[in-house]
């Protein structure tokens, strides 16, 4: 096939592709045929320590520590430390200078008993200082956005190998003040809670299979204005996790 042909069989492909993307992603065409679902305090899907977010956002499986009240609550009463505690500080964007956005989180356990624990964690996620603009440009006011969240669990281990966990969580965001668009801001609220479920099949040297599953994030949705129709989802998530341990 000549070069000439050849070129344009690409051009006409790649116009195709930028049709077919401006049809799809237009407003009509998502509000006539498209239910399209916004979620709000995405710092909730944000992994908060350094162990998990290592392998890939993996800790649903994974051996107790203690972070497990972010991944799997019914991990904590197979764990071998009868209490834990950690606090981690994460810089956000710092290669592009912003010095102002970060997350922090804390959480901890204690076994009350030698099947039972309570848990706990703390996350909070500042979005720096940003400076906000009318439609013109103009500068209007300087806010400094922040999210965080805190929760509180128990979980408890059936038998030798199945653990199960609960936990409930209240949420806060404060993105805005002032107004927008006529309609007044107000920081946004809500309350959740998860399901969590842990089976450890390891043998007594530590080699085997570990599985968990967790609903996460189930409750209210969020609002940042008084209208009772602009309401945000939460991200809620179901996760399920398998890990063979050889060693």
């Known amino acids: 096939m000549p070069k000439s042909n050849m070129l344009m069989r690409q051009i006409n492909q790649l116009l195709f592709c930028c049709f077919f993307l401006s049809v799809f992603s237009s407003p009509g065409f998502a509000q006539d045929s498209i239910n399209v ?4 305090v995405p710092m909730l899907r944000i992994s908060p320590d350094a162990r998990a977010g290592g392998m890939g956002d993996v800790g649903i499986a994974s051996t107790p520590d203690a972070n497990a009240s972010f991944w799997n609550q019914a991990k904590i009463p197979f764990a071998t430390q009868k209490s834990a505690i950690a606090v981690t500080y994460t810089p956000w964007l710092k290669d592009l200078g912003l010095n102002d956005v970060y997350l922090i989180s804390a959480a901890g356990y204690h076994q009350i008993t030698e099947d039972q624990a309570l848990s706990g964690s703390l996350r909070y996620f500042s979005l720096g200082n940003i400076q906000f603009t009318d439609f013109a440009g103009n500068d209007l006011q300087r806010f400094t956005p ?6 509180a669990g128990y979980s408890r281990r059936l038998s030798d190998k199945i653990g199960v966990g609960v936990a409930l969580r209240f949420i806060y965001s404060n993105l805005g003040n002032g107004t927008f668009q006529g309609t007044p801001l107000k920081p946004g609220t809500a309350v ?13 040297t530590g080699k085997g299979l570990t599985a968990g599953a967790v609903m996460s994030n189930l409750g209210s949705k969020i609002t940042y204005t008084q209208d009772a129709n602009a309401k945000d989802y939460i991200p809620a998530n179901l996760g399920l996790g398998v890990m063979y341990h050889a060693v």
Request: hydrophobic share 40%; aromatic share 22%.
């Open 192 to 204: 959740a809670g998860d399901l969590s479920f842990f089976y450890d099949g390891r043998n007594e």
């Open 37 to 40: 679902v916004t979620t709000a």
């Open 146 to 151: 922040r999210e965080w969240a805190f929760d």
